[in-house]
């Protein structure tokens, strides 16, 4: 008699499992674009910004284009030693460095990322240009103009907008990704669930079945 072959299940299954990572996509030179595109604009319009208010306006004079808003928004041209919103001032020489190692690290990490990121890609453009318009008036006159003044608030321009818009865009990427891993967590707690449970509805009628009940001898 032929004994019936054993068909090795733990090696199907863990072969079915366990399937391989699909690669990810890598970048196309259109993606790769937009750091430096946005990052560009970002300095271009900072860059003229800055030049207009010092072309028009002398240091600590204050324009009020709504008369009737001063109070909440004017341009107030200040000088800034520090970093974004007038923070550890005083450091602007070790900035123009640390600026020019951050955009460095950007631009590697944007070769690198992969494709389909390209809110991604904007977010570090917009830092990157700001962190270089910043770092371009440093090296220009040796501190960084500010000029936005919009009530109880620190001082900035918009090289700091830039920077922060940035953040709050990684920010936002950043939580996006931890609700789509919070989802696929429980998606897989609840496939590692569902065969337990398909075992157990099949475990319950075969043992119905095996103890049966059996015929009452009053009857006979």
Known sequence: MNEPEIIPTAEVETAVSQPEHPERTPATL???????????????????SKYLVETNLDLFEVYAPIPSLESVF???????????????????????????????????YNFVLPGNQRLLRLALGLQMGGALGNMIDRFRI??????VDIGPWYIFNLAD??????AVILGYLVF???????????????DE?????????????????AVSPQPDPSHE
């Open 176 to 190: 996006q990704e931890s609700r789509e891993l919070k989802a696929r967590q429980h998606e897989a707690d609840h």
């Open 142 to 147: 040796g501190h960084v103009t500010d000029f």
């Open 74 to 108: 004017r341009i107030f041209h200040i000088y800034n030693t520090g970093a974004t919103f007038g923070l550890f001032s005083g450091g602007g020489t070790l900035f123009r460095y640390v600026a020019i190692l951050v955009s460095l690290g950007i631009i590697y």
């Open 30 to 48: 259109s993606e790769q674009l937009i750091l430096f595109v946005v990052a560009l604009l970002a300095i271009g319009i900072d860059q003229y």
């Open 193 to 209: 669930e569902a065969p337990l449970l398909e075992e157990t509805a099949l475990e319950e009628p075969l043992l119905e079945t």
């Open 161 to 166: 907008l830039s920077i922060i818009t940035g």
